[in-house]
């Protein structure tokens, strides 16, 4: 291979077709009649991949992540006890069960209950099966667009907001989700849905994507790169376009590990065209680094130089914040720095992670009691300001119910208040949360000058 270049599957650089051919790979190595049992086995067989520390940390992540008191984990996901009950707010996760849609509140159970591909059926199931079947047992994330309050999609059109949503997520909880995220903010939200494939299938993915899977690759078909994928796509399109000036990313849950996948893949083409432009023969990048290489840099690698490179990356990840809720990843960090007009040093993008004191799967990541910033080679390594939500009301796991109602709440009303997000002892920034600057449709300047 000459010097410079890229070992690629296909030199197609079309995005479409690149989604096309992958998908296509996928349906010819689908059989017919899968027993549903093989589904989750398949999604184990990857943690054999694994090494010896992989599962040690694991291990310890999650035994740190339990030693909380009182050890309530049922309800450290679905909040206390006495929210469950009827009646509750618009957008609450628990209206998803509900005695007078019953139609509605059965296919979530379902969704949630029975195992399903996360991705798309194969030309012989679309032939043989009727879709209704289809629908059931075959999930492909997808995207969708939340329009704003106002029934727009067209407003604030300098900015693109992106929503990866949580583990147990189907359509109907999807929408709600990102209608109180367009409620709040007074902007149309673009949806990457990453379809729950069931409780347990879902649990696998997070598994594999926090742990085991820290490069995913498009050529393994256990692995949970259809949701990050498509979530690269959509935030390399947005912080591509010359019209954004700004593109806000909101993840939460399994939605973390995913953008976690994004941002490291990013990072990775960085290095590895660092290393090619430096001379070596052969760069191998993964899957998901190949496609941020060729939507971002592939057309005028040979003609650019590594300043140049890393210039418009920087360029970039200017436009882009990122606001996590629960962040469950092992590993988020800068994907680079830039400076300043004071000449000080800026982590990019910016990042800012919420979190409520009692939530068990934050408790895996951001704030993990094996969380160290000052550690040398850190177990749990996350960058951005942390805020967090203490106290008896700082139980719970969703969303809306557990993390957007009580800002909304305070954002409309500061003044009679308390923010129940206060910036944690360990985090980078103090002060209010810059999220809370977005509010009711508000402008807001860039953070980095």
Same mark, same amino acid.
């Given at each position: ?277 430096? %001379?070596? $023969?052969?760069?191998?990048?993964? &899957?998901? =680094? ?9 057309? !005028?690698? +040979? ?102 109602? %009580?800002? $909304?709440?305070?954002?409309?009303? &500061?003044? =009679? ?9 360990? !985090?980078? +920034? ?20």
């Amino acid at each position: 291979m000459p010097n410079g270049t890229v070992s690629s599957q296909s030199g197609d650089t079309d995005l479409g077709s690149k989604l096309s051919e992958n998908s296509q790979d996928d349906q010819e190595a689908i059989c017919l009649e899968p027993q549903i049992s093989q589904i989750i086995a398949d999604k184990l067989k990857l943690t054999e991949m694994g090494q010896r520390n992989d599962y040690v940390t694991l291990a310890k992540v999650s035994t740190a992540a339990l030693s909380f008191f009182p050890p309530l984990y049922f309800q450290s996901v679905f909040g206390r006890l006495s929210s469950w009950l009827p009646p509750h707010r618009q957008y609450s996760e628990y209206s998803i069960i509900d005695a007078w849609r019953p139609l509605r509140t059965a296919k979530y159970l379902f969704d949630i209950s029975v195992p399903a591909f996360s991705h798309a059926p194969g030309p012989l199931t679309r032939t043989f099966l009727p879709p209704v079947i289809q629908h059931m047992f075959w999930r492909p994330s997808n995207y969708f667009q939340q329009a704003d309050p106002f029934d727009s999609v067209t407003s604030f059109e300098d900015e693109q907001w992106i929503f990866i949503n949580g583990i147990c997520t189907n359509n109907d909880v999807a929408k709600l989700n990102s209608s109180l995220i367009s409620q709040i903010f007074k902007r149309p939200i673009s949806v990457v849905h990453n379809a729950t494939d069931s409780t347990v299938v879902d649990l696998m993915e997070c598994v594999i994507g926090k742990t085991f899977e820290t490069d995913p690759s498009l050529d393994d078909s256990q692995s949970m790169t259809e949701p990050a994928i498509k979530a690269t796509v959509a935030v390399l399109a947005a912080l591509k376009d010359p019209q954004k000036q700004k593109v806000v990313l909101l993840c939460h849950s399994q939605g973390t590990i995913i953008t976690a996948n994004v941002l490291r893949a990013l990072k990775n083409t960085l290095t590895q065209i660092k290393a090619m432009k430096h %001379g070596n $023969e052969i760069c191998h990048l993964d &899957s998901l =680094s190949q496609i941020v290489f060729e939507l971002c840099w592939q057309e !005028s690698f +040979t003609e650019s130089s590594v300043e140049e490179v890393d210039n418009q990356l920087i360029a970039m990840m200017k436009k882009l914040e990122v606001y996590t809720f629960a962040n469950c990843a092992d590993k988020m960090t800068y994907v680079c720095y830039g400076q300043n007009e004071r000449c000080e040093d800026i982590g990019l993008p910016y990042i800012e992670n919420f979190a409520n004191q009692f939530d068990l799967v934050a408790r895996l990541g951001i704030i993990s009691p094996l969380r160290d910033p000052d550690a040398e080679n850190p177990i749990i390594d996350i960058d951005g300001g942390v805020y967090e939500k203490q106290g008896p009301a700082a139980w719970g796991h969703l969303l809306n119910q557990h993390y957007l109602f %009580g800002m $909304e709440d305070f954002l409309a009303n &500061s003044q =009679s208040s308390q923010n129940p997000y206060q910036a944690s002892p360990l !985090s980078v +920034t103090q002060g209010m949360p810059r999220l809370y600057s977005y509010y009711n449709g508000k402008r807001v300047s860039s953070y980095y000058t």
